[in-house]
């Protein structure tokens, strides 16, 4: 079968084709193939007048043996391929912005990291942890390597924080500073934490992610100090741990990451694409008794926007019955959909429903799913009947999405009809009347 693939010819094998579910119609001369978003391409034939050509492996040899031209094309995801920032235009035109590493400590700036401490304070030095030998090899080779970098240097301050390692997922050794009791006699800043569904709001298009690194205070250096085996040191810039959020968001930018596709962020995975769990969060879950029966249901609450009908799959395990239903909300939280980010000014679609069980509900937008809700009934709640539920079900869908649906165009599509007549009926009773109020001032 001749198909026009503008450059060359391509013979796909019936291996590649059973691989990846190709339709292939002889008689109109087109074959579908299948991506891995779902949606399907179709390739036609622009030869219609002519009988389909089937080549064996045997004449391929044959014509390659006398010379035919041919060629082999390699395919490839191409989502995988990572860019290299040496091969970005504009890294090699400023390469004197973007150095290898960074030539020493940041300049000094308007704003610098501090540590205000409670009056009266006294400085805590605690006895450094006992290290294996593998750890002592790492500590000696970091301390060396923050040392060259101008991160930290030797220290004479009375103060004194423990150091110890974290295993990262590729198994090398993450050096982590324990500064749990300076952290309870400094004066606590009170600048509001940021929610992080708020934080994915803003992500909307973004593709640039920054890391920011400051220069700690000279009157505060020596608060930073830690005990290690090799000597006393003290940091230079900020070190981990010790962060305020204000700082973060009066400075744009200082040491940054660019062109990245994707980001782990909170626990999920960012892309230009949207929002995905992050697998490795839950994978790896297998709960052996109660408390850990708890402590996944814990960690996929947190997700529980990705799935639809998270309440009424996740029952069963709040009643202990964990086996199947374990297995079938992990399977869905590592094969969760990408949820898109919402966009102000497009109209918004719920769909809601309710059981006798549970509540459920989606946001979408030009047809996308941007998160799902459900929650189970609460006993009192069981006794409504059917029409009261699925006014509830819209209720909980304007509560939980308030910040997103409030002022904007939407609409709400629903599986029981009585409810269109409720606008326009005489006799309310106060919960009813509580609902719609809520309604009209969402209009």
Request: hydrophobic letters at 40%; aromatic letters at 10%; charged letters at 30%.
């Amino acid at each position: 079968m001749l198909l026009s693939f503008d450059e060359f010819d391509v013979i796909l094998g019936l291996d590649w084709l059973a691989t990846h579910d190709v339709i292939v119609n002889c008689g109109r001369k087109f074959i579908e193939l299948k991506c891995e978003s779902g949606d399907l391409i179709r390739v036609e034939s622009d030869v219609q007048d002519r009988l389909p050509v089937v080549i064996s492996s045997l004449l391929t040899r044959k014509y390659l043996r006398k010379g035919y031209e041919a060629y082999i094309a390699f395919m490839m995801n191409t989502r995988e391929t990572k860019l290299r920032i040496k091969s970005v235009p504009i890294v090699c035109e400023y390469s004197d912005i973007f150095p290898e590493e960074l030539p020493g400590l940041p300049p000094v700036r308007e704003i610098e990291f501090g540590i205000k401490l409670a009056l009266g304070t006294a400085p805590i030095s605690i006895a450094p942890y006992k290290m294996a030998p593998t750890e002592l090899k790492e500590l000696k080779e970091e301390l060396q390597e923050l040392t060259n970098k101008g991160s930290t240097r030797p220290s004479y301050s009375p103060w004194g924080a423990l150091v110890l390692f974290v295993k990262k997922k590729d198994g090398s050794m993450r050096l982590c500073i324990d500064y749990r009791q300076l952290n309870k006699v400094t004066v606590k800043n009170k600048y509001p934490l940021l929610r992080i569904d708020d934080l994915f709001d803003q992500l909307k298009g973004a593709m640039m992610f920054s890391k920011i690194d400051l220069r700690v205070k000279d009157s505060d250096v020596s608060k930073t100090a830690f005990r290690t085996r090799y000597g006393h040191y003290e940091f230079l810039v900020m070190p981990f741990d010790l962060t305020f959020i204000d700082l973060m968001n009066c400075i744009f930018r200082l040491k940054s990451e660019f062109w990245l596709k994707e980001v782990r962020f909170f626990e999920h995975i960012v892309s230009g694409d949207g929002i995905i769990v992050d697998p490795s969060k839950i994978s790896a879950i297998p709960p052996r008794n109660v408390t850990e029966v708890r402590s996944f249901l814990g960690i996929a609450g947190y997700y529980r926007r990705f799935v639809k009908g998270f309440s009424v799959i996740a029952t069963p395990m709040t009643r202990l019955l964990q086996k199947d239903s374990f297995e079938k909300l992990k399977a869905l939280l590592t094969e969760a959909l990408v949820l898109v980010q919402p966009e102000p000014g497009r109209e918004f679609v719920v769909y809601s429903d309710a059981s006798m069980n549970a509540l459920g509900c989606v946001v979408m937008q030009k047809g996308k799913v941007i998160a799902y809700a459900s929650r189970q009934l609460k006993p009192h709640e069981k006794n409504h009947p059917t029409h009261g539920l699925e006014l509830a079900a819209i209720v909980f869908a304007l509560k939980i999405w308030r910040h997103n649906l409030y002022g904007e165009r939407c609409r709400i599509f629903i599986d029981h009809k009585s409810l269109k007549y409720l606008i326009t009926k005489k006799e309310l009773n106060l919960r009813q009347r509580k609902w719609l109020e809520l309604k009209n001032d969402m209009s």
